[in-house]
């Protein structure tokens, strides 16, 4: 099942923070962010696995709840190369990922 | 260290005709994943390759989707007859480690068809 993004969208100006959220019903092994401009392929920003470990870029922040099955990512000091799409993919094993909808991202001086 | 490499960036086909599209995963990556990515919406897993073996291909539609991995290295994914709605962009990807999970799948460029 699809895992719920939240917002769709949201508007920023350079230097605010803003935070996306992904909801699973499933209980989840890992969590997977990625970025995506228009007309590219995904770029990876970070992994969140049960037990806590993370990997990823040291620039970008995000939690993983495993009680929830929630995870948020989290950008401070908004840039312009930040606008994009971002996707989370939930694991349950196995590196099966299931996408969600996405979260739009437009960043404005 | 060279990425995913698919090709063509783009097909243009009419309807009920084939197309096939090809991808060459990062060298050593064992894993290898063909996802459908239709506008506006997340990318969809289609095959799960380890080596040269299916891993899943629950939700590829095989009266019409075929795909290979012959050699444990480059992949063919092939649809015949295509149909309006399968209009998207065909992302392959790839990662370095087949079991457990938690692993960093890198993506290629895409292969954008549009069926007519």
């Known amino acids: 099942q699809q895992p719920v993004q939240s917002p769709q969208a949201v508007i920023l100006r350079e230097g605010e923070d803003a935070v996306i959220n992904c909801s699973s019903s499933k209980a989840l092994y890992s969590v997977h962010w990625y970025r995506q401009k228009h007309g590219e392929a995904p770029v990876f920003l970070m992994i969140?696995?049960?037990?806590?470990e993370q990997k990823g870029h040291e620039k970008i922040s995000a939690s993983f709840n495993e009680k929830k099955q929630q995870s948020s990512l989290y950008l401070t000091a908004s840039q312009l190369s930040y606008s994009g799409t971002y996707f989370c993919?939930?694991?349950?094993?196995?590196?099966?990922?299931?996408f969600g909808a996405g979260t739009i991202l437009r960043v404005k001086s | 260290e060279a990425g995913v490499a698919q090709s063509p960036r783009y097909k243009i086909i009419e309807k009920r005709q084939s197309v096939a599209f090809w991808c060459n995963p990062i060298?050593?990556?064992?894993?290898l994943y063909w996802y459908q990515q239709i506008l506006g919406q997340g990318p969809k897993l289609l095959i799960q390759f380890q080596n040269n073996g299916v891993v899943d291909d629950s939700q590829l539609p095989k009266d019409r989707f075929s795909a290979e991995r012959l050699k444990g290295v480059d992949s063919t994914l092939k649809i015949q007859p295509a149909k309006l709605e399968d209009s998207a962009v065909y992302l392959c990807?790839?990662?370095?480690?087949?079991?457990?999970?938690?692993?960093?799948?890198?993506f290629g460029p895409g292969t954008r068809l549009t069926v007519l």
């Open positions: 990807a790839s990662s370095l480690v087949s079991s457990g999970g938690g692993d960093e799948q890198f």
């Open positions: 060298s050593g990556h064992a894993t």
């Open positions: 993919g939930t694991e349950t094993g196995g590196n099966k990922l299931v």
């Open positions: 969140l696995l049960k037990g806590g």
